[in-house]
């Protein structure tokens, strides 16, 4: 398809586990983001990419959350020994850098901590 | 700090009947200020921003917006409610020189009587 895609859509795991989250954006689109949207909130800033690099990571609450973007297009959010405050919907949005603040979200992935 | 508030939780209007939804900010300068509409099991989708001159922004789907700096606020309308407008509506704000870490509300949801 031509949107963002994000897999997995759902995600059960175990207190203390370790998780992988990938997102692909839109073909061409330089900026990546991660946003985390809690029950009842709206979305919250994570992390942005413009290409391969991290250019504001100043929203990942803690150093379990990682993120990378080896080759500036596919991206996956880590997070090391879950907790059950991480249980969320992670949101993956793109953007072209000629049409600013216009972000391209996918569905997300759901994550239960249990 | 950057807050984004929307006052009203949840909103039930009635087919053909107008509709505002409203959004407060706090920041010390002029914000960038977006509209975003997250319907079931879709990533969120750009309304409408507002950047600078015009006060009044239009937006696809009919929708427009107006952005009032003596009350800080940026409320959203339309004339006329169809029954596919039901979702749920985000505001955002990104600070000024940065457009790619926004301030999300906590959403209005949008429920439509026939």
């Known amino acids: 398809g031509a949107g963002v895609s994000q897999t997995p859509s759902n995600k059960v795991t175990e207190k203390g586990k370790y998780v992988e989250l990938r997102c692909d954006p839109i073909s061409g689109h330089t900026a990546l983001y991660w946003y985390r949207q809690s029950l009842g909130q709206g979305p919250e800033f994570l992390i942005y990419?413009?290409?391969?690099?991290?250019?504001?990571d100043s929203g990942l609450p803690n150093d379990r959350f990682f993120a990378v973007r080896p080759e500036g297009s596919v991206s996956t959010l880590k997070i090391q020994r879950t907790e059950r405050g991480d249980s969320a919907v992670y949101l993956c949005?793109?953007?072209?850098?000629?049409?600013?603040?216009?972000?391209?979200f996918g569905e997300g992935s759901r994550l239960t901590v249990l | 700090a950057q807050s984004v508030t929307q006052p009203d939780i949840h909103i039930t209007v009635s087919e053909g009947a107008s509709l505002e939804l409203r959004c407060n900010y706090s920041y010390g300068a002029t914000p960038y200020l977006f509209w975003y509409v997250q319907s079931p099991g879709q990533g969120l989708q750009l309304l409408l921003k507002y950047f600078s001159g015009d006060t009044l922004v239009q937006g696809i789907k009919g929708f427009e917006a107006e952005f009032k700096r003596s009350q800080s606020s940026f409320n959203l309308r339309k004339p006329s409610v169809h029954w596919s407008d039901a979702a749920e509506y985000f505001c955002a704000v990104g600070l000024e020189g940065n457009f790619n870490k926004f301030y999300f509300g906590s959403g209005t949801k949008l429920n439509v009587k026939p």
């Open positions: 949005a793109s953007s072209l850098t000629r049409s600013p603040g216009e972000l391209f």
């Open positions: 990419f413009q290409g391969t690099g991290a250019a504001d």
